[in-house]
C-alpha cells in the first residue's frame, strides 16, 4: 500500500520538470511535482541560467561604459558594491521562482519538497529534509532530475577556493586572480563576469580552441574579445598539479610549452561540463536502463525502459540545454494524453551569453566536414551592417550553411551583440524549411541587426546590397 496516488509524478521542477507539471495540470491530470527546493526552479533558475545572464548583463554594462570613452562619453572606473550586487542577483532569482511557485498554487498542483527513489516500477519513496519519508504511488512518472557540475580529481572538492559554477555565482567574494579551467560557454561566461569586476582572469583549456561545439570562425570573434579582457586564454594547456597555499592555489601547467610553467591564483573555477543525476533516484528498482553516457536511455516519446517512466531534459541526453528540456517536457505529457507525438526538431539553438554572444542551430560548417556533405556558406560581416557600426560593435558575422542544390537553409551561426535573441529567427526559418530565397525576399526593419540575417541569405544568389560578391558563373 502508498500512502498516497497520483496520476502524473514529477521527479524535479527545473525547466523540463515545471513545465511538465504544468503542461499535465493544464490538460486535466492530477500531477505531484517533487524537488526539495522551496519553490520550482531547477539548477536553471537557482544556480544556472538566471543568476549568470543577471550578472552578465552587468559585465556587458561595465564592459559598454569603458567602450564609451572612444565615443567622446567617459563615465569613470566603476565602484562595486558586491553586497548590493549579490542581492539584485538573489531578487531577480526569489521573484522568478516565487512567481512559480504561485502558478504551481494556481494550477492545483500537489508540491512536495523532497527527494525521490523509485521502490518499484509505479512507486516512489519520498524523502523530506527531517528525514521523514511516505510513498507515492503513479500511472506515469516523468523523470527531471537534470544534472550536476563535473569535477576533477586533483582539485579538492573540500577546499572553499576551489569554485564549481554554483560557487562562482554565489558572489561571495572578487578575487585578485581567478583561473577557469574548462573553455566551454560556462567557463567563459563566468570569467566575463568576474574579468569585468575586476579580477585578473586566465583560461586553460586542453583542445586548440574556446567552445568545442561552435564553428571556428565565430569563436574567432569571440576570442579577440575575450583576449582584450582576459588576462590570459591558455590553449593546448593541460593542468598537470595543483598545490593548496595559504597564499593561493599553486597551478602547473603542460602541453604545448617547452617546459612546465606554475602560476598562483586565489580562486579556481572548475567548468569542464556536466553529468547527469541519476544516483540516489532507485532507477534498477524500476527497471529504468541507463546508455553508455550515463544517460537514462529513452525513445522518441522520451519513454523510458519501463513503460510507465518517462525522462527529459539534462538527465535524458545532450545538449543540456534548458529550452530543449522545455521542449521535451511537452513531448512526454502529450504522448502520457494520447497524443502521437515525437521529439524531432530540426534545431535546437545554442546561445553562448558572452561579450560578444555567440549563437548557433542547426548543422553546422563543421559538422558538414566531418559528415563529407557539400554545402554552401556565406557570411555576412557585421562591419558591413549600418546597425552595428552605431553600437560600436561591428566584429561579428551573420553565417549561414545552405544546401547548393534546393537553397534550403542548413544551419545558422552568429557572433555579434544579440545573437541570442536572433538566432530564434533563424531557428524557425530551419524548422519551417525555408530556403535562401525565403529569407532573402522577407523584409527586415532597418536599421537592425536582424537585416544582416537577411544579407546573408542574398549573398547566396550575389545580391545583397551591402556586400558585393560576384555570381557564379553557370556551368
Known amino acids: 500500500m502508498t500512502d498516497n496516488q497520483t496520476h502524473v509524478a514529477v521527479i524535479g521542477a527545473g525547466p523540463g520538470g515545471y513545465a511538465a507539471a504544468f503542461l499535465a495540470a493544464d490538460l486535466g491530470m492530477d500531477v505531484t511535482l517533487i524537488d526539495p527546493a522551496e519553490n520550482p526552479g531547477g539548477v536553471c533558475l537557482y544556480r544556472g541560467c538566471i543568476p549568470s545572464k543577471a550578472l552578465l548583463h552587468v559585465s556587458r554594462l561595465i564592459n559598454e561604459a569603458a567602450d564609451a570613452d572612444a565615443w567622446g562619453v567617459s563615465f569613470g572606473k566603476p565602484k562595486i558594491n558586491i553586497d548590493k550586487l549579490r542581492q539584485w542577483k538573489s531578487d531577480v532569482v526569489a521573484g522568478l521562482t516565487g512567481g512559480l511557485g504561485r502558478l504551481v498554487a494556481q494550477r492545483k498542483i500537489t508540491y512536495v519538497r523532497a527527494t525521490a527513489a523509485f521502490s518499484d516500477a509505479r512507486t516512489l519513496q519520498l524523502t523530506e529534509a527531517d528525514g521523514k519519508t511516505r510513498t507515492l504511488g503513479f500511472q506515469y512518472a516523468i523523470l527531471a532530475t537534470g544534472s550536476r557540475a563535473s569535477g576533477l580529481p586533483m582539485f579538492p572538492a573540500d577546499d572553499d577556493r576551489i569554485w564549481n559554477s554554483k560557487n562562482a555565482l554565489d ?267 525565403d529569407v532573402g525576399l522577407t523584409i527586415h526593419p532597418h536599421p537592425t541587426l536582424s537585416e544582416t540575417f537577411k544579407e546573408a541569405a542574398e549573398i547566396f544568389h550575389g545580391t545583397a546590397t551591402h556586400y558585393y560578391r560576384p555570381k557564379k558563373k553557370k556551368k
Open 171 to 437: 558572489l561571495a567574494t572578487i578575487p585578485k586572480s581567478l583561473l577557469v579551467v574548462g573553455g566551454g560557454y560556462i567557463g567563459l561566461e563566468l570569467g566575463s563576469v568576474y574579468a569585468s569586476l575586476g579580477t585578473e582572469v586566465t583560461v586553460v583549456e586542453m583542445l586548440p580552441h574556446l567552445l568545442a561545439g561552435a564553428d571556428r570562425d565565430l569563436v574567432r570573434f569571440l576570442q579577440k574579445g575575450l583576449t582584450e579582457r582576459f588576462t590570459a586564454i591558455r590553449l593546448n594547456t593541460t593542468v598537470e598539479a595543483v598545490k593548496l597555499q595559504k597564499n593561493g592555489i599553486k597551478v602547473t601547467f603542460g602541453g604545448d610549452a617547452e617546459k612546465p610553467v606554475s602560476q598562483l591564483f586565489q580562486r579556481v573555477l572548475v567548468a569542464v561540463g556536466r553529468r547527469p543525476h541519476t544516483t540516489g533516484l532507485g532507477l534498477e528498482n524500476a527497471g529504468v536502463a541507463l546508455d553508455d553516457n550515463g544517460f537514462v536511455r529513452t525513445n522518441g516519446q522520451c519513454r523510458t525502459s519501463a513503460d510507465a517512466i518517462f525522462a527529459i531534459g539534462d538527465v535524458a541526453g545532450q545538449p543540456m540545454l534548458a529550452h530543449k528540456a522545455s521542449y521535451e517536457a511537452r513531448i512526454a505529457v502529450e504522448t502520457i494524453a494520447g497524443k502521437n507525438v515525437v521529439f524531432d526538431p530540426v534545431a535546437i539553438p545554442a546561445v553562448v551569453f558572452t561579450d560578444p554572444e555567440v549563437a548557433w542551430a542547426g548543422l553546422t560548417e563543421g559538422d558538414a566536414k566531418e559528415k563529407g556533405l557539400t554545402v554552401a556558406v556565406t557570411r555576412f560581416p557585421w562591419a558591413a551592417s549600418g546597425r552595428a557600426i552605431t553600437l560600436g560593435h561591428s566584429d561579428g558575422i551573420t553565417k549561414l550553411v545552405i544546401d547548393p542544390e534546393t537553397e534550403r537553409l542548413l544551419g545558422v551561426g552568429i557572433v555579434g551583440p544579440g545573437a541570442g535573441e536572433m538566432i530564434a529567427e533563424a531557428t524557425l526559418a530551419l524548422e519551417m524549411g525555408a530556403n535562401a530565397t
